[in-house]
């Protein structure tokens, strides 16, 4: 009779227990819902105060003439977006090579030549440590550095092609980073098995581990497309921030995210700020949109998939 009734108490213990880690798990998925709803309304409050204040002054003459510069802010905004277009591709255009050869020369390289070398580990554990503190600085600082560089030592002005080797600098931690993450998730057997079939080291990693590896490097691009949209401090120092079209790589211009900040602090032109806030938003979103379609059409295209 005792083992009996000490049975059923430890069973009646062991229900209290599995209730509490029930209420404690439902307590837990509670919050996380809770947060993550939060999160996604501040999201969707600041984007929908911003264009319910912008879309108001949008109209077409707004969107196809230029600022008129000044104190005023009279004008619109079309060199803006046309500006913001050219840095963002030629920006994109500089980086993304860069971060990606940096990227599968420090994951399927990188290895084999620091055993071979202690000199050559030296320098990778050196580029890893930059890269990983580059990401953590502050715009303006590459701002400082593409005026210095590219503005006076080299003497390109405040151009497009100024700001675009400044955004360069900027962006290129984040696709080295995203790039190596998205390398690293292909699986070893892809690679052994396209190497024994005979294929080279360099036709591998062009005809298996980039294709397989494509989504999380686009993912870093289009990280690095909105914080160029984004920035100003970095573009207020090397792009000049003239409101007429640039005519070349070598002119000065105006980004969309550089003439909000200017509306906003220069101007009392504070409703044109949040028209041009949200059409930064709009060709934001767009943007991602379209790229991330490019991703999976290539991915497909790549893979044999039609």
């Known amino acids: 009779m005792t083992s009996e009734f000490d049975s059923i108490i430890q069973n009646?213990?062991?229900?209290?227990?599995?209730r509490r880690q029930n209420n404690i798990q439902l307590v837990g998925y509670g919050l996380v819902w809770l947060c993550g709803f939060l999160a996604i309304a501040a999201v969707f409050w600041i984007i929908g105060y911003v264009l319910s204040q912008g879309l108001r002054v949008i109209d077409l003459s707004f969107l196809t003439t230029r600022p008129a510069g000044g104190v005023s802010g009279e004008g619109g905004m079309s060199t803006t977006i046309v500006t913001t277009l050219y840095l963002v591709v030629l920006t994109i255009v500089i980086a993304t090579p860069l971060g990606i050869g940096a990227a599968i020369y420090l994951v399927e390289y990188a290895g084999d030549a620091s055993r071979e070398s202690k000199v050559v580990a030296l320098l990778v554990r050196a580029a890893r440590t930059g890269v990983?503190?580059?990401?953590?600085?502050?715009?303006?600082?590459?701002g400082l550095?593409?005026?210095?560089?590219?503005?006076?030592?080299?003497?390109?002005?405040?151009?497009?092609?100024?700001?675009?080797l400044s955004g360069a600098a900027l962006v290129l931690p984040t696709i080295i980073r995203t790039s190596e993450e998205a390398l690293l998730t292909v699986p070893r057997s892809y690679r052994e098995a396209s190497l024994s079939l005979g294929a080279t080291k360099w036709h591998t990693i062009f005809t298996v581990i980039l294709p397989?590896?494509?989504?999380?490097?686009?993912?870093?691009?289009?990280?690095s497309v909105g914080r160029i949209i984004a920035?100003?401090?970095?573009?207020?120092?090397t792009l000049g921030g003239s409101y007429h079209l640039p005519k070349s790589i070598m002119n000065s211009g105006r980004s969309m995210a550089l003439h909000v900040y200017m509306l906003a602090s220069e101007t009392r032109a504070f409703d044109k700020a949040m028209g041009t806030?949200?059409?930064?938003?709009?060709t934001i979103i767009l943007l991602n949109l379209g790229i991330n379609r490019l991703s999976k059409r290539l991915t497909s295209r790549l893979s044999g998939n039609q």
């Open 145 to 164: 550095f593409g005026f210095a560089l590219f503005v006076l030592y080299l003497k390109l002005g405040f151009s497009l092609l100024s700001a675009s």
């Open 12 to 18: 009646a213990k062991n229900k209290r227990n599995l």
């Open 231 to 237: 920035e100003t401090a970095i573009f207020w120092v």
């Open 212 to 223: 397989s590896a494509l989504p999380g490097i686009v993912t870093g691009i289009v990280l």
């Open 132 to 142: 990983e503190i580059l990401a953590g600085v502050p715009s303006i600082i590459f």
């Open 277 to 282: 806030a949200s059409i930064l938003i709009i």
